[in-house]
Structure formats: structure tokens, C-alpha cells
């Protein structure tokens, strides 16, 4: 029987039987958030990247994470676990529980762990990532800052203003543009003229493009993307192709039953799970559901954090 450790599931091996242990992870983990919530122990929001996985995984174990330094977005828990496994820290902090990574006061959209932030305005990461990449530079460190993006924050007129700062001052930040086609229940058709991933390259920027159907491949893609970055001290832009599986937040997904039909087939976990043995794929997902299940049990068990004079607990994100 495989252990649950949390070292197994933040193994920088990089093999399909890591990523798939890293993924399956993020998916059970967040499908549990959307069970809590169903029956009422979770406050607030939750956005799922239930379905775009495989670009957390990918990306983020492309990165030196004893050094570099992430930004994340609304959508953060996949690149969180990527990041550093802490099933716990995570689940205590979106219940708002003893023991959260920010104390139980920041919430899903607010996580702070060592050189991983995240943050829910649209775009406002971007010009913080700039900047945290500039002092790297500035420090000699040899680290640099990824910031993932979604297609709709791509109409912030921030995020091109930090690009032209990034190229202007040779920063060195991997820009991530996780296209899932939709912002909220927009379609990106309906929302932008031309071509997302064309972008970056105004700014004289390199762009990279990536399917997330084959996570190792994009992970492929994305090291050089990240070596390019920190050898030439300068932006480049990774523009992911990725589908989303679950609603924007909680019960608020208007596409049709075909729409979802086409995107299971397009769901990254199933690509992997053919690339591994059946028994290695049983004792995975075991391993998982284990770790998981204890998780929630264990946070459940936790006392709830700070209330404000209203009796609510704060820090709760909404939509
Ligand atoms: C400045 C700002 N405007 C609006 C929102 C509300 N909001 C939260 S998520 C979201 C859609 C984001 O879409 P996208 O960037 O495509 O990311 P995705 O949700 O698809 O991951 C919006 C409009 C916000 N958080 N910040």
C-alpha cells in the first residue's frame, strides 16, 4: 500500500504518477471544499480549479520552490498544494479554522505561505509579481515570480502596464495566462478582440503556448519558459490552454450539459490515468481519498477562529 505522506504528494519527481498523485490531490481536495459548503460548514466562496489541475502541477513544479516567488489569484488552491502539499493549512484556512496557513482569517482567496501569495482583484497581482521579481533581481537571488492569470483579467489594463514595465526593466517573471475560455459565465469570445496570446509579443515579449490536455508536456514547456526567464532576466508569457470542469464558484455554471460532456473528454487526470498501471492508479487514488478524508476530519475537529462584533467570521471572500 502506497503512504499518504505529504512528502509523496510534493515529490519533485516528475513523472505522470506524480503529477496524476499532485492533481488527484488538488481535485479531491477542492471537491470536499463543494461538499462543505453544500452542507454548510464552509462560509463565504470557494473557486475550484476543478478541471485545470494539470497547470498548476505543471507549472508550478517547473519553478525553484525554495526560492521563486508565486502569485496566485480567486483561483489558488491547485497552485497552493502544488506549491507545498499542506492539505491541512489549506482546509483549516478556507473553514476558517485553528491551524490555516493565515490563521483562519484570510480565506480562500487570501493565502500566504513563504514565497507563495495570492490575491482575488483581477489583476492586481500583476504589478505585486513585477515588483517582487524586480527586488530578486535587484537582490541578485536568481529567483524569479510567476503570476497566473485568468483569460478574463486579461481586460485589466493593469496587467499590460506591468508588462511593458517587465520588458522596459528586463524583470524576470513568467506571466501564466490560464485560458479556460470563460470569466465567470462570459465566454472569452464575447469579452476580448483578437488573440490572447498574442498579447505579450506587443511588449516585445516571448510568448510560449501549452495544451493542458498533456501535463507533461506543458510542464516540458514551461521549464524552458521559466529557464529562458531566469538565464535572460526577462518576462516571457506561458499562455495555457485549459478547461474548467466545475462552476465559477459554487452553483453558478450556465453552460449546457454537451458543453461539460466535450470538456470531461478534455479532463487531463484521465490522460494520465492511461499512462499508468491499473494497480499504480488504485493505490494512488487510495492514498489520496485516505489523506484527504483525514484532513477534513481532523480540521472539522478544530475550533472555529476570530469573529467580528457582527458574529460573523471574517475574511470570507465573496463572488
Ligand atoms: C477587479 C475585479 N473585478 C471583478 C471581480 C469579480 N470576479 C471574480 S472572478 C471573475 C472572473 C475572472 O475570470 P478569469 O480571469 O477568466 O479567471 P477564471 O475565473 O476563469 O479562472 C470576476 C469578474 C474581481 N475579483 N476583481
Redesign the pocket.
Known amino acids: 500500500m502506497m503512504t499518504a505522506s505529504p512528502n509523496f504528494f510534493t515529490s519533485t519527481d516528475q513523472t505522470a504518477e506524480h503529477f496524476y498523485a499532485q492533481m488527484l490531490l488538488i481535485r479531491h481536495t477542492e471537491q470536499q471544499f463543494l461538499q462543505l459548503f453544500a452542507q454548510g460548514k464552509l462560509n463565504g466562496t470557494v473557486?475550484t480549479?476543478i478541471g485545470?489541475e494539470a497547470s498548476a502541477v505543471a507549472v508550478v513544479n517547473a519553478l525553484d520552490l525554495q526560492r521563486d516567488v508565486i502569485f496566485s489569484?480567486?483561483?489558488a488552491h491547485g497552485h497552493f498544494l502544488a506549491y507545498c502539499g499542506d492539505v491541512e493549512g489549506l482546509l483549516a484556512e478556507v473553514l476558517g479554522r485553528e491551524g490555516g496557513v493565515c490563521g483562519g482569517i484570510g480565506g480562500t482567496?487570501h493565502l500566504y505561505t513563504r514565497n507563495f501569495y495570492t490575491n482575488?482583484?483581477?489583476?492586481?497581482i500583476a504589478p505585486c509579481a513585477v515588483g517582487a521579481a524586480l527586488a530578486e533581481k535587484m537582490q541578485g537571488s536568481g529567483a524569479i515570480a510567476t503570476v497566473f492569470?485568468?483569460?478574463?483579467?486579461?481586460?485589466?489594463g493593469v496587467v499590460y502596464e506591468s508588462m511593458n514595465i517587465a520588458a522596459l526593466w528586463g524583470v524576470p517573471i513568467l506571466f501564466v495566462l490560464?485560458?479556460?475560455g470563460?470569466?465567470?459565465t462570459?465566454p472569452?469570445q464575447q469579452e476580448h478582440a483578437g488573440d490572447l496570446t498574442t498579447r505579450a509579443q506587443t511588449f516585445g515579449i516571448q510568448t510560449f503556448t501549452a495544451d493542458s490536455f498533456d501535463p507533461l508536456a506543458l510542464h516540458a514547456t514551461a521549464v524552458a519558459a521559466v529557464g529562458m526567464v531566469r538565464q535572460q532576466q526577462c518576462p516571457a508569457f506561458l499562455a495555457v490552454s485549459c478547461y474548467?470542469l466545475g462552476p465559477?464558484?459554487k452553483g453558478d455554471d450556465t453552460r449546457s450539459a454537451e458543453e461539460i460532456a466535450m470538456i470531461e473528454q478534455r479532463d487531463p487526470l484521465r490522460h494520465l490515468e492511461l499512462q499508468l498501471d491499473p494497480q499504480q492508479l488504485r493505490q494512488i487514488q487510495q492514498a489520496v481519498e485516505e489523506r484527504v478524508r483525514l484532513a477534513v476530519e481532523q480540521v472539522l475537529e478544530r475550533p472555529l477562529v476570530a469573529t467580528n462584533t457582527t458574529g460573523l467570521t471574517i475574511g470570507r471572500g465573496e463572488?
Not at 120 to 124: M, P, V
Not at 149 to 156: A, I, P
Open positions: 473557486h480549479c485545470q489569484n480567486h483561483r482567496q482575488g482583484i483581477q489583476g492586481g492569470l485568468g483569460d478574463g483579467t486579461m481586460g485589466q490560464e485560458d479556460n470563460i470569466a465567470q462570459t472569452k474548467r465559477h464558484s463572488e
